[in-house]
């Protein structure tokens, strides 16, 4: 009974000894997965949704001025991020990206005629650039073997140039709205295998400092700040050493509050809603 009892006991430590090493390889294993999504550069083609619409207050229209409700095809994103930690800081992260769409909108709003304050009704097409930098700082904190909740600060600038189009008794003209955007938000990482990532991201904020130009009309104007929201999704997969391909969906919604009275024009309030999907490469540097 003696050397079965060594036996065993040599049977169950060399057992302990395994687990001891795979589990926290396979935990290991979930968090470089994430490290290398973290750590990367990546380019993506941008298929954007534009909602936008001008709310009356029940003067030339019943329910909006104008709205324009379409896609723009030809967009892209570029991106690169980085968690790093520095003596006692851990996982410092940062992101920095730049996205660009262009294209033409359908519109369906109204028309001013020159020299005269006279409005109609009017539909056609107006061709849009929308361009959003995006700065992000923030900490990762390992929760789990698989998981990675980063709580960060963003800060954005978007500007959208607006052609709004004409007819034969009146002009077309360009519109330039922009603002500065300051959110908190936090995001969720799950590596469900060592090569595939799973992202959920949201923040919320106000814009900052929204603007209008009208170069034609002399127009130039504050608008009023309001809240944005900003919600994010992600699938990742390293499909071969440091290389990977993403899918990716984004949702964001603002509002611009009145301008103010210059020449007898107003800008009136306003909201706009954005949603992204993409599909691009990344390279991990880690």
Not at 2 to 7: A, E, I, M
Not at 131 to 140: E, I
Not at 159 to 167: D, E, H, M, S, V
Request: net charge negative.
């Amino acid at each position: 009974m003696l050397p079965s009892c060594r036996y065993t006991r040599a049977a169950a430590a060399a057992a302990g000894l395994c687990l001891a090493i795979v589990a926290p390889s396979r935990a290991q294993a979930g968090q470089d997965g994430i490290r290398a999504v973290d750590n990367s550069v990546s380019a993506a083609y941008d298929y954007l949704h534009v909602f936008y619409a001008e709310p009356s207050d029940g003067g030339i229209a019943a329910s909006n001025y104008d709205t324009e409700d379409g896609a723009l095809s030809d967009g892209a994103m570029v991106a690169a991020s980085a968690m790093r930690s520095f003596g006692s800081w851990q996982d410092l992260y940062a992101q920095a990206s730049f996205s660009r769409a262009t294209g033409r909108l359908p519109y369906d709003g109204h028309i001013q005629f020159p020299f005269f304050s006279i409005t109609a009704p009017f539909q056609g097409t107006s061709s849009a650039r929308i361009n959003d930098w995006g700065l992000r700082l923030g900490k990762g904190v390992e929760a789990g073997e698989r998981w990675l909740w980063t709580p960060y600060l963003a800060y954005g600038y978007h500007a959208w140039a607006r052609t709004l189009p004409g007819n034969a008794l009146a002009t077309g003209y360009a519109e330039n709205y922009s603002h500065h955007a300051l959110q908190f938000g936090t995001r969720v990482q799950y590596a469900p295998a060592a090569s595939v990532v799973l992202t959920a991201d949201g923040r919320f904020g106000t814009t900052l400092a929204p603007h209008i130009s009208v170069p034609s009309q002399q127009f130039s104007q504050r608008l009023g700040a309001a809240p944005i929201i900003d919600l994010e999704a992600e699938a990742d997969y390293a499909f071969h050493g440091h290389f990977h391909v993403f899918m990716g969906w984004r949702y964001s919604r603002y509002g611009y509050g009145q301008s103010g009275v210059e020449a007898g024009q107003l800008e009136p309030a306003s909201t706009t809603e954005l949603m992204s999907c993409l599909a691009g490469l990344r390279f991990s540097f880690r």
